[in-house]
Each structure stands twice: as structure tokens, then as C-alpha cells.
């Protein structure tokens, strides 16, 4: 029997989906996606409402979704991560019920216990034959790895598979099989490429980040993690793609060959793959369209699922056998948790994505971040969100000097040893209040926005809608 | 003839603009901010620029800023320069 | 004064707030060059404000001012002399009489009784008249040489190699060490060019330069590091000041260390060894 829906409104019909039930997204089409615009304004179309619609992340393309929340389509948001107009209209108070805010291995987490359940699963899919057997790694809208859609795929009651590139049956090769997949959709397209491999590679050219990066490499360094077989996962902006260049030097001179590179994975990361310095790559997404190309073409690039990434219930999974994380921060507070979900204003601008996975998982985590950002200092006292709790980061490395978790006495000790410039996590709010002045507090409502699942599914703080002045 | 203004800074991130344009005569001291950290210092900029607008005795003039995240001691300098080169009629 | 200078634009707040952490020993706070003609009373301005509220510690401050010839030097000279430098970099200095001019201004301000100078040697006549410049005041700490506008004085192409600039850097170098005052190459401007840069810097420390200025953060790890001196010629010049101090305290005329006598020359190579390991050592030869 055929899987091919002649439209996206019959393969909606097809699946069954009522008032009240949830759909699922991958994110991997990033601000190039047009599934989810697509997928839901359909589903208004159809009139079905009250929708819960769990993605693993929202980019600022999505800003069509607001006018779903206006008319009652969607009435719960589930993610790991959002930005643009939907975060802006959520701060705002648009979304009565507060959005559940996951991370990426606490979301396969919550699909496999049931906590999560999803009626159905769209997988906009860069190519699929007609019996819904997928890859991300070709095709006009190729994306690379499909981790974050993996679970949706095994999961959901229903899953259909939405693609701009059919191909012969059997494709391969095969991230999600047809044995997970109901029915098919062909559209003109799923994505727009230039969004898509958005993510930025570039070394930044900001003096500052360099001096940070610099530092963060001579942490790695003085913590003895840097020998052979070192495993490392970097942010992809600023000083976190920075300190891994600095690092990449260190490895380089010092003849030490890594194990594996993992993340959203990005040019940097695939030339220090085919130089030598990393014998594998573990990819959950790729972030540019080297990362795709590697993945299509070199069997030390693995796509990984985000279960097998991060699921803190799996048997095991890929960041505990992380050795080293360079993360960044909106906020870090004296006892080093970390806020990447609001700014200090309390506006949503992203989420933990897998900050708070990799930052439990790794041996040692690094938090990058300039003490002044737009003039508010990056340490606060308490931070406006909790998401990456303080027991599981180790380092802060700013430009003006190196916080160690008083709990690390021993990596506080060879950071000394070292000559690092290591200063108290409290001088260095001091410092930044000194050159920019202590920041008026921000007020904020009584009402709750979000919460803040854990990775283990505990919810450790609330989102807070800021007060309007 | 037009009226007097001036306008020293940048829209760089860590600076600002400041503008000043001279006002119809017998109208009091206006000043005018947006800043990307408004709700934390916002009141710290105008207290600056009310400060620095008496030292010099600006009372017949609007003073536009835009905030680009700048420390006092840029936001100082950068309307007195504005001042200076109102004055210089520059 | 340490082994590197670092360039920063007087004008860009973003930078001149960050100067003190950018891994400089000395940083140039410029008006000359980075900041065009009609921003020059508000880059001074900047600096001003910046100069008098923010803390630069564990780097040295100075600022290059407009050259001589032009209307900026004075206002330029006497607005960051009371804003709290420790030096300031005169650009297209020629003569001895100019420097020594400036020196008299600086001596009339309190506040300036400690600054340094710096005079930037960067034409034919500059370089030959060197000596003359480097001995013309007390103040000055080094003579720091300009390559890019000599060789268009010179008329000559500016190379990677330096060629044409060779005879200029001995000559330099010549002059400063018979002032007794230090010298400082000009800086290597292709940023990316990490191999190129370290290549240059190792010649000039060969001709005798005591360190050298840049315009990229990035450079000044890599100066630093190859101005750095071997831990024995550390420990060896610490020995010879201890002696010298000793000697001098219990008022013998002559020090003497390992059967040998410390003459000055000895005392100089110390007093170098241990400014370029940025250890403070206030002896002076009166």
C-alpha cells in the first residue's frame, strides 16, 4: 500500500489529528525551516485547535506561529530552545499555558518515558523514497544529521514524513526507516538553504574573544585533559569556536590526536576530522554545509540520534564520555549557575539546548563569556533563570580573569600551579559592577511563562513574565 | 537660518550618539535616551547627561542619545564633545 | 617599559576600555593616525574621561599624540598629561629641540612629573639625527622607530623582508644605545601573517632592539614570548643587582661577582634582561 498523501492536508486528515492532541518538529532546518509554518497553518485551516506543539527548537522564521497562538490552533508550546517573534510574543504573555522548556537530551528523555507523548510527528526529511526511508545528508534542502527527529520518528502515533526530494526506493543511506513512518508528502520545498546552514564559523574578530579563548585552551591545558584522545565539544560562536582554534594549535604542536569532536557539528570541526586531530565526529546537527558533506561522504562522521546524544534515562549516551565543554552564558551567577534561556531583562532569547546535557556529562566544563555584555555584568548574583545548574560547571574564563566551582579544589590548584590567573567568582562580579555600574533590578509579574525541566525531568525554575515599566 | 545643532559618538556597540539641537527660545532642557540596557541604566544616562547639561549650562536645548551599551565614562565623554562642538557651532 | 607596545584607536570605546587586558606591556592610546581629522577632540575627549576613571592594571598607558606640524599636539599633549598616563609617543619626531620643547611643557605640570616619551623616529632626517633626538631629555625611555612612513620618505617600497630598512634599524638602535635609552621596532602590519611576524621580530631582537610595537592584539603573545629572556640570564641579572646594591650600600667604589668586576656595561645588560621579564628594578646610574 502506497504511504504517498497526495497533500499535506490529506496525510493530516490521514493520521487522525484531533482538537487537543500534539505534533512534533525536528529543528534541523534551523532558520531555514518551512515545515512547521506550513504544517500548522493547515492545521488551522482544517480548523483543528487547541494544539500542543512540541518542537525540539523555534527560530525567528517561525514568527508566523504568534498568529496560530491568537486564534486558539495552538495552546501549549513544548521546546528546547526559541527565539525571534514567537519568544518575544511568549515574554509577552500571549501563550496562556506556560511553555515547557526541555533540553536535547531531556526531550528524547520525556518522548521515551511518556511524559511527552506525541500524537503526530511532521519530519520535514531532505530526501525520503515512497516508503518514508529518510536521510538529512542529500538533496536540496540537505541538512546533514536527523538526531533530533529520531525519537519523534519511534515514538509518535503517527509519523509523516514531509519531503522536497523523492527518490528511488530503497534510499540510503538511512537515518529513520519506513518502519517508523506512516505516510508521505511531497512539497516544492521543505527549506530555504541559505537559513539552513546558518550556523556562523567564523573565528571571531573581536580582541576580547581571543583573549578569552586564549585562556579557556590553557585551562584545558593545565587540567591534564589535553592528551591523546581528548574528546571536545564547543559552542559555535565567538570565543567558543575561538578557544577551539587555540586548542586545535596546542593539539597540533603538542602531536596529540582526539577521540572524537561532537555538537552541532561545523567546518572547524570536520577540518580537524580530516587533519588527524579527531579520529571520529559524533553528530547530533550539522551547522554548515562542510559538516552535511563530511557526514554524506566519511564513515568517521556519525550521526548519532539525540537519545543516543544525551538521553539521561538511556543505558548510556555520547556526553558521558564527553572529556571537555566550552559552553557560553547570559548570565552566570557566584554559584555558578548558568542562565542561556533569558536575557537579564527577562526576555526568552534561546534555551538550553544541550548546555545542561553536556555540562552534567563532561569532566570538564568551560563557561566563555565577556564579564560586560552590553554593558551588564555577565556575574550576578542570582540568575533571572536558572537552566544549567552550578554543581555541573567547573570553570568560568572571562577576559579579566579565570572563576574556578570552589567544589574543583584540584583543577583550582593546577590552574594556580599553572600561573592561570585565577580569581574568586565574587571579585569578578565586583569587577564588573565597578566599571559599569550595579544594574537597577529588573522587575517582573507574578505570572508564570515557562518552566525549566532539568534533563531528568525535574523542574528546576520558572520563567517569570517581566513587568511592564 | 537654521537652528543650532550638533552631534558627536557613534552607533557602535560600546558607544553612543548624542545629539543636540537648540530649542525655540524660552523652552527648558529636554533630554532624550533609548538605550539597549534601558531598563538597568537608564536612569544612570539621563542623571549624566542632566549633570554635565548644568555644569555647562545647556538649558535651551534637546539632547538626544542612543545608547549602544556604553560605560559612564564614554556616555561623558561623548556629550561633552557634543556640547563643545554645539558651542563651537560646528 | 616591557617588550611590547600595542596600538589601540583613541576613538572606539569598545577598545579603549579593554586595552589593559589585551596581553600588551605598554599600551598607545592613538590620536594620530586611527582617528580621522574631524573626530580629533572627540577621541581626546574619550580618552580623557577613560584615562581618569578606569583602571589599567598590570599594563603601562601611553598616548600617541598628532604630530608637531599640525593643530591637535598641544591641546592633545596637555589634556592626558593631567588625565593620568605613564608616557606619551611623539610621532615625526626630527629634532632634539622639539622633544626637549615638550619636555618643558610636561615639566610646567604637576601631574606630569613622572610621564615618559617616546619619540617616533619615521623620516630620513629623523634617522639621522637619532642620537641627537634620544639625548635630548631625561624623559625619554626609548626611540621607537616607524618604517612605513621612512620608506615613503625614502622613497623606497616597504617589503616584507625589510631590505630597506635595515640600514635605518642599525642606525636606531646605534643611537639609542648611545643615549642609553631603549629602542623599539617598528610594528609588523600583516596581521594574519603569524609566521612572518615571528621571523621579523627575531631579527630585530638580533639587531639589538629591545622590543617591539604592533597593531594586533594577536601579535603580542608572540613578541612578548620571543623578547623573553632565558631563565639563567634572569637569575644571572638578578645576581649582578643584588650585587651592585650591596656594593653600593656599604660604599665600596667597585662591585665584584664570581671574581669578576661589574662594570657598567655588565649593569646595563642587566638592567635589560630584567625590564624585558617585566621585573621592576628601580637602580638608575646617576
Given at each position: 500500500m502506497s504511504k504517498i498523501r497526495v497533500s499535506l492536508r490529506k496525510a493530516i486528515i490521514a493520521s487522525g489529528l484531533k482538537n487537543g492532541m500534539t505534533v512534533s518538529f525536528h529543528h534541523h532546518l534551523r532558520n531555514g525551516d518551512f515545515v512547521i509554518n506550513m504544517v500548522m497553518s493547515e492545521i488551522e485551516d482544517l480548523g483543528i485547535s487547541d494544539i500542543r506543539i512540541a518542537a525540539s527548537s523555534f527560530f525567528p522564521i517561525h514568527g508566523s506561529l504568534v498568529r496560530h497562538i491568537k486564534t486558539g490552533t495552538i495552546t501549549a508550546i513544548d521546546c528546547n530552545y526559541m527565539s525571534g517573534p514567537l519568544a518575544e510574543a511568549v515574554t509577552n504573555g500571549m501563550l496562556q499555558k506556560p511553555v515547557m522548556f526541555r533540553t536535547h537530551g531531556g526531550r528524547p528523555r520525556a518522548i521515551m518515558d511518556g511524559s511527552l507523548k506525541i500524537d503526530v510527528a511532521f519530519i520535514a526529511s531532505p530526501s525520503s523514497d515512497d516508503m518514508g526511508n529518510l536521510n538529512g545528508a542529500s538533496g536540496p534542502s540537505s541538512c546533514g544529521s536527523l538526531g533530533y527527529a529520531m525519537p519523534d520518528a519511534l515514538m509518535a502515533g503517527k509519523v509523516i514524513a514531509i519531503t522536497d526530494n523523492l527518490v528511488a526506493y530503497p534510499n540510503g543511506p538511512v537515518s529513520i526507516d519506513e518502519t517508523n513512518v506512516d505516510h508521505v508528502v511531497v512539497v516544492d520545498s521543505i527549506g530555504d538553504p541559505s537559513g539552513i546552514v546558518s550556523g556562523t564559523t567564523q573565528v571571531t574578530r573581536d580582541p576580547v574573544g581571543h583573549v578569552i579563548a586564549r585562556h579557556a585552551a590553557d585551562v584545558i591545558e593545565a587540567s591534564g585533559l589535553l592528551k591523546d584522545g581528548i574528546s571536545f565539544q564547543t559552542g559555535a560562536g565567538g570565543a567558543s569556536l575561538a578557544t577551539a582554534h587555540y586548542l586545535r594549535e596546542k593539539m597540533v604542536s603538542g602531536g596529540i590526536k582526539g577521540s572524537f569532536g561532537m555538537g552541532g557539528i561545523t567546518a572547524f570541526f570536520v577540518d580537524m576530522l580530516e587533519d588527524g586531530l579527531f579520529e571520529k565526529l559524533i553528530d547530533v546537527q550539522c551547522f554548515d554545509l562542510d559538516a552535511v558533506r563530511s557526514i554524506r561522504e566519511n564513515p568517521n562522521h556519525i550521526e548519532v540520534s539525540a537519545s543516543q546524544y544525551a538521553n539521561p534515562s538511556a543505558k548510556s549516551c555520547s556526553v558521558e564520555s564527553l572529556d571537555v565543554v566550552v559552553l557560553g552564558a547570559t548570565e552566570i551567577d557566584t554559584d555558578f549557575n548558568v542562565n542561556v534561556l533569558t536575557d537579564s531583562s527577562g526576555n526568552i532569547m534561546g534555551g538550553s539546548g544541550g548546555h545542561s546535557d553536556t555540562a552534567q556529562g563532561a569532566k570538564l566544563t568551560i563557561i566563555v563569556a565577556n564579564l560586560l555584555r552590553a554593558r551588564l555584568p555577565i556575574v550576578v548574583d542570582r540568575v533571572t533563570t536558572k537552566v544549567t545548574p552550578g554543581e555541573t560547571v567547573d570553570v568560568l574564563v572571562t577576559e579579566r580573569g579565570i572563576a574556578v566551582n570552589p567544589a574543583r579544589v584540584d583543577l583550582m590548584k593546577s590552574l594556580k600551579e599553572k600561573g592561570l590567573p585565577v580569581v574568586d567568582i565574587v571579585e569578578l562580579k565586583e569587577m564588573a559592577e565597578k566599571m559599569a555600574g550595579k544594574p537597577r533590578k529588573v522587575s517582573f509579574t507574578d505570572r508564570v511563562i515557562g518552566f525549566v525541566e532539568?534533563?531528568?525531568?525535574?523542574?528546576i525554575d520558572k520563567v517569570y513574565q517581566p513587568a511592564k515599566e | 537660518m537654521g537652528k543650532k545643532n550638533a552631534k558627536a559618538g557613534s552607533l557602535e556597540s560600546s558607544d553612543l550618539l548624542v545629539v543636540i539641537e537648540e530649542k525655540e527660545a524660552g523652552e527648558k532642557l529636554e533630554i532624550v535616551m533609548n538605550s539597549i540596557v534601558e531598563k538597568q541604566y537608564g536612569d544612570r544616562i539621563i542623571e549624566i547627561a542632566h549633570e554635565i547639561a548644568a555644569l555647562k549650562g545647556m538649558d535651551n536645548v534637546r539632547i538626544l542619545i542612543q545608547d549602544r551599551g556604553a560605560l559612564d565614562y564614554a556616555i561623558r565623554a561623548r556629550i561633552e564633545t557634543a556640547i563643545e562642538r554645539y558651542e563651537r557651532g560646528v | 617599559m616591557g617588550t611590547n607596545l600595542l596600538f589601540v584607536p583613541g576613538n572606539n570605546p569598545a577598545m579603549v576600555q579593554n586595552a589593559g587586558i589585551l596581553g600588551a606591556d605598554t599600551v598607545i592610546f592613538d590620536l594620530e593616525d586611527a582617528v580621522a581629522g574631524n573626530e580629533k577632540d572627540a577621541a581626546r575627549t574619550l580618552l580623557k574621561n577613560a584615562l581618569e576613571s578606569m583602571e589599567y592594571e598590570g599594563c603601562e598607558t601611553s598616548v600617541r599624540i598628532n604630530a608637531m606640524d599640525t593643530t591637535h599636539w598641544e591641546k592633545d599633549l596637555r589634556t592626558v598629561a593631567v588625565a593620568g598616563i605613564d608616557g606619551l609617543v611623539i610621532p615625526k619626531a626630527e629634532r632634539g629641540e622639539d622633544i626637549k620643547a615638550i619636555s618643558e611643557i610636561l615639566d610646567s605640570i604637576t601631574e606630569a612629573e613622572d610621564i615618559f616619551l617616546i619619540p617616533l623616529v619615521e623620516s630620513a632626517l629623523g634617522v639621522e639625527n637619532v642620537y641627537e633626538i634620544a639625548a635630548s631629555s631625561k624623559r625619554i625611555r626609548g626611540i621607537f622607530f616607524g618604517a612605513e612612513d621612512y620608506t615613503a620618505d625614502i622613497g623606497a617600497v616597504r617589503t616584507k623582508g625589510g631590505e630597506e630598512i635595515f640600514w635605518a634599524r642599525g642606525r636606531i638602535v646605534n643611537g639609542a644605545a648611545a643615549a642609553g635609552v631603549e629602542a623599539i621596532d617598528t610594528p609588523f602590519t600583516d596581521v594574519e601573517d603569524i609566521e612572518g611576524l615571528k621571523k621579523d621580530t627575531i631579527f630585530a631582537k638580533a639587531l639589538g632592539f629591545d622590543g617591539k610595537a604592533s597593531i594586533s592584539p594577536r601579535h603580542c603573545g608572540f613578541i612578548r614570548e620571543i623578547f623573553y629572556p632565558q631563565d639563567e640570564e634572569i637569575r644571572y641579572a638578578i645576581r649582578v643587582m643584588d650585587t651592585v646594591k650591596e656594593a653600593e650600600k656599604s660604599g665600596k667604589g667597585v662591585a665584584s661577582m664570581d671574581g669578576k668586576m661589574i662594570d657598567k656595561p655588565i649593569v646595563l645588560r642587566a638592567l635589560k634582561v630584567l625590564r624585558a621579564a617585566g621585573i621592576k628594578e628601580d637602580f638608575r646610574y646617576e
Open positions: 532539568y534533563r531528568n525531568g525535574e523542574i | - | -
